[in-house]
């Protein structure tokens, strides 16, 4: 990733909001209820939807929604299609047709609280990318979710950071010219563009009121299944940039997937001790995390074998 070679702000756009959207209709609603919620203040900001491997009926549907949104709100709002089945393409695509200065990144499955987009804006203008909470539901397994997977990003305290979600992102257009893609892998760009970005001492700035509701499915099957995805990605990305924490435990040859799952899981354990959590959760989190941590470690040796794969 270097310097941009074409200029992309000719509309005097702030701020391009991009979101990859693999979702049905209903939930579409949702985040499109969400998106109208948002206060623009005096920015001027544009919505990119990016059609993913989605059906004719919910692209039209989109299209047709965008074309009824509120007069004066956005500069501009789209919808492009695509196949790619994979979300981190999607970005690119829609990097290429994004103007603002800033450009946003949030998934079809989050919902903006209302000041999302204003204080992303407000927080970035002294940094290169911001970030903030991804919330779930207040339920045993939204705050499985929450630990096991967004642990990191539960602080309530703003602070410096070298990691961040591609689900809750505001970077400088300045230094962004694509997003990465983990080949072989529909997903985990994040972690790499969020290195990159946090290089050096640069660092990505974490503020609380940067936050976004996370909602995926949250039943042992899909958890399962996605913890499988998550510890495949880990490797993946790991022997991509060898430079990403913990990347010198593949050294160590299949030991490194043992090694990097109960790593994840001890650091679980930790962040959820430290974590304003009642002790019922605190009591329940652990007997959970054990097994779906199996889930995550048996994506490792996936990706272990894959990549021994001649």
Known sequence: MGNLSVARHGLGVDISLIIPVHTGIDNFESLFCALLGLRLNNYRAECIFVADKCKQDIVEMMKHRCRLKKPGQWVNWQVLESDFGNSDQARNLGIQYAQGKVTAFLDDDC???????VAGLSRIKNHRAVTGPVVHPENIWGKLVAVMDFGEFQAI??????????????????????YPVVSG??????RLLAHWISSGSKYIRYHPDVAVFHHPPLNISSIWNREIR???IAFAARKIDPSLPWSSLLNFGFAAVFLLAFGRFF??????WYEDS????KLMI???LFPFRIAYLKGLVQAYR?????
């Open 306 to 310: 894959k990549c021994r794969i001649p």
């Open 267 to 272: 650091m679980d354990l930790k962040r959820l």
């Open 230 to 232: 998550y510890g495949a």
């Open 157 to 178: 305290k703003a602070g410096n950071m070298n990691n961040a979600p591609g689900c809750n992102l505001f970077v400088s257009s300045e230094i962004l010219t694509r």
């Open 185 to 190: 892998y529909s997903y985990g760009g994040d």
């Open 111 to 117: 919902r903006p609280f209302p000041g999302w987009l």
């Open 286 to 288: 652990p007997c959970l």
């Open 278 to 281: 009642s002790i019922r959760y």
